[in-house]
């Protein structure tokens, strides 16, 4: 049987000098690559590129996996950057837009983690809280380090009738690493799991095969069933 080909789109980051001499290195973490191994996928992985050649990107897969990262840039849902711009990369936003536009137009499933997630948000007209400590009163801490990163951290309420209600069940525990998250929801959008504080985790297409996760099931796969199960979910059946 012809084993599904998974599109990974992939981050830049300079070298700190202590492995690789300052080089700029194309990466992504490994989790996201072996998760898709385990359950009988084939990771290919996208460096950024240009806009113009998402739509052959694209043919050479059969779903597309957007991973964490940078935060989106702010401009690109009309506010001004409230954290360093350093954290922001506009090629990358904008190669990675292209790429989720081109697999919906293609019909092809897209499988979105943490900056994924928010990027798809704004890339359908919604906006993101730039610092939810600042900007969402009362929130759970959502960036859980030091805690190890397997470690789920707070609960998660999944919607019924939805992929996430299937693979994790009603109520479930999940890790944290972000400081932003969705705050107006994008168009064609509907939320499927909430923190117990009231931040949106999970979110899915109304009318194309689309799964996005706030947290990291990359960090916990070869730990946690549940994050195993949502990549077989991923690979298989999206
Ligand atoms: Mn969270």
Redesign the pocket.
């Known amino acids: 049987m012809k084993q599904p080909v998974i599109g990974i789109a992939i981050n830049e980051i300079f070298d700190s000098g202590e492995m690789l001499h300052h080089l700029p290195i194309s990466y992504t973490p490994a989790g996201y690559v072996k998760a898709v191994q385990e359950v009988g996928g084939i990771p290919l992985l996208f460096p950024i590129s240009t806009p113009q050649l998402a739509e052959q990107y694209v043919r050479q897969v059969d779903k597309l996996i957007l991973t964490g990262g940078q935060n989106v840039d702010p401009s690109l849902y009309g506010e001004k950057p409230l954290v360093s711009d350093e954290l922001f990369s506009r090629e990358r936003d904008e190669f990675e837009l292209a790429l989720f536009n081109e697999a919906v137009k293609q019909g092809k499933p897209v499988f979105a983690v943490c900056r994924g997630l928010q990027l798809i948000n704004v890339g359908l007209g919604g906006s993101l809280y730039q610092n939810l400590e600042e900007e969402f009163k009362g929130t759970v801490h959502?960036m859980q380090a030091p805690v190890d990163k397997e470690i789920p951290t707070?609960t998660i309420l999944t919607e019924e009738k939805s992929i996430l209600r299937d693979v994790y069940g009603k109520e479930t525990k999940?890790n944290?690493f972000?400081w932003q998250?969705i705050k107006r929801l994008g168009e064609k959008l509907r939320i499927t799991a909430y923190?117990s504080d009231g931040?949106i985790?999970g979110i899915e297409g109304e009318d194309f095969p689309l799964l996005g996760v706030?947290?990291h099931p990359d960090f916990a796969y070869n730990v946690l069933k549940q994050e195993l199960d949502v990549f077989n979910f991923v690979v298989h059946k999206l």
């Open positions: 959502h707070h999940v944290s972000h998250g923190s931040i985790e706030q947290w």
